[in-house]
């Protein structure tokens, strides 16, 4: 791991890069920022799918910036914002979802670029931490790896944090209505604009204090609610959550089949009994 002072090294050199080669590209992504206010997103209209759509999963322990270079079609990019300073600390060497995408990319001078119409204007608006669903939606960002380049979509929107909301006295209703109002807002938007892949960390769960099953139920409640209003859903997230994030949302994986040797002495079942994918509840299909 990169102590702090490699990584603000690292941020001044990404830095030159993009505030020289990619300006141009910068000015036009501030141009055409959209900022969604409270409550906006969540009011959004769905785009009409094709009968019998579904939304697929994956789940990968990489960071956002390299699930981004394998993702397919429009690709919208969940950036967990500092809801009042662009970019966090990334200037100073802070390490955090939103550090790691602006050190790949020209997000940072776009934030930068943003900070009168968004960041400013979220001040007083902290609500114990809980923030608001007020978001930030950026056309095109670039990002970079490799030697490759790649746009994508970003949108910005602060993750509720639970366990410095409790500690400034809001009930846990509050903390649980602002993460179900924060999800129910970022994938409306994501869909809105037609994102065909989302790639979304474990947005809530972690430091912020949720619990990882709390933020699966929501997600899992939503993508059967409107299935295939976003084609495809990548979870990026840490190695501590992988394992209840794949288990909701990884690609199903064939069981391996059984020494003959091995072979339960239990009865077959009646064929009423088999599972047939037909019965499967309107909306829910085998995750692929």
């Known amino acids: 791991m990169p102590t702090r002072d490699e990584r603000r090294a690292a941020a001044a050199k990404n830095l030159a890069l993009m505030r020289g ?17 409270d409550g906006e997103g969540r009011e959004l209209e769905l785009p009409e799918v094709e009968e019998g759509a579904v ?15 394998a993702a397919h079609g429009k690709v919208v990019l969940v ?20 550090q790691i995408l602006c050190s790949e990319s020209n997000l940072y ?9 968004y960041h400013d204007a979220n001040r007083g608006f902290a609500s114990g931490q809980l923030f608001t669903d007020r ?17 994508a979509d970003v ?5 509720p944090n639970r366990a410095r909301a409790l500690e400034n006295h809001r009930s846990e209703r509050e903390v649980e209505v602002a993460l179900g109002a924060r999800i129910e807002a970022l994938l409306r938007i994501a869909a809105a604009n037609r994102a065909e892949t989302l ?4 947005f809530g769960a972690g430091p912020q204090g949720f619990d990882a099953e709390v933020v699966i139920e929501l997600f899992r409640a939503w993508i059967a609610a409107h299935p295939g209003a976003i ?16 288990d909701a949302f990884g690609e199903v994986r064939e069981a391996a089949p059984q020494p003959a040797e091995a072979a339960s002495d239990t009865p077959a079942q009646d064929d009423e009994d088999e599972f047939d994918p037909n019965d499967l509840p309107e909306g829910v299909t085998f995750r692929s």
């Open 79 to 98: 950036d967990p914002c500092s809801f009042t300073r662009p970019g966090g600390a990334y200037e100073d060497g802070a390490f955090g979802p939103e």
């Open 231 to 246: 084609g495809h859903i990548t979870f990026a997230v840490p190695r501590a959550a992988f394992g209840a994030f794949d």
């Open 155 to 159: 949108l910005a929107i602060p993750e």
């Open 199 to 202: 790639i979304v960390g474990a």
């Open 109 to 117: 001078p776009v934030l930068q670029g943003c900070k009168s119409a």
């Open 21 to 37: 080669a990619f300006a141009g590209d910068t000015a036009k992504t501030i141009e055409n920022a959209k900022i969604y206010e």
């Open 55 to 69: 939304t697929t999963t994956s789940v990968t322990s990489d960071f956002a910036v390299k699930a981004l270079h």
């Open 135 to 151: 978001a930030l939606y950026l056309p095109d960002v670039t990002f970079t790896r490799d030697g490759e380049i790649r746009h």
